[in-house]
């Protein structure tokens, strides 16, 4: 069993940055691949960002590339996502998860067995 608590989110204008956190429990935190979904009000969840066990891969919504960075410190059994450049459609309640399968594609959500309750970003303009 791995539980997830998110924590990081809040209200920011355009522009400005947040740093989510997602602090896992377990001993095993190292052998998960760890992701991040969103989900806007009136939408389905949609996948954000990911990141291997070793910290070595990561993959990115292309709607989030070269703003958003994942990071991970499995000493710590913590999962970041730094995000930059915030924009409207960046509001969402932000989950983290955490999964072993390799069937499925990092993006896709049956990769992940566990999540988070989430954390509400709202950003304002």
């Known amino acids: 069993q791995v539980q997830l608590v998110e924590s990081g989110g809040g209200l920011v204008q355009v522009g400005g940055s947040l740093r989510l956190s997602c602090a896992a429990s377990?001993?095993?935190?190292?052998?998960?691949?760890m992701a991040w979904f969103r989900q806007a009000p009136g939408k389905e969840r949609e996948f954000v960002v990911a990141?291997?066990?070793?910290?070595?891969?990561?993959y990115y919504a292309d709607s989030v590339k070269g703003r958003f960075t994942i990071s991970r410190d499995n000493a710590k059994n913590t999962v970041f996502l730094q995000m930059n450049s915030l924009k409207p459609e960046d509001t969402a309640v932000y989950y983290c998860?955490?999964?072993?399968?390799?069937?499925?594609?990092?993006?896709?959500?049956?990769?992940?067995?566990?999540w988070g309750q989430g954390t509400q970003v709202t950003v304002s303009s």
């Open positions: 998860a955490a999964g072993q399968s390799r069937i499925a594609a990092p993006g896709d959500e049956r990769r992940y067995d566990y």
């Open positions: 377990g001993r095993t935190f190292s052998t998960y691949a």
């Open positions: 990141i291997s066990w070793s910290g070595g891969a990561t």
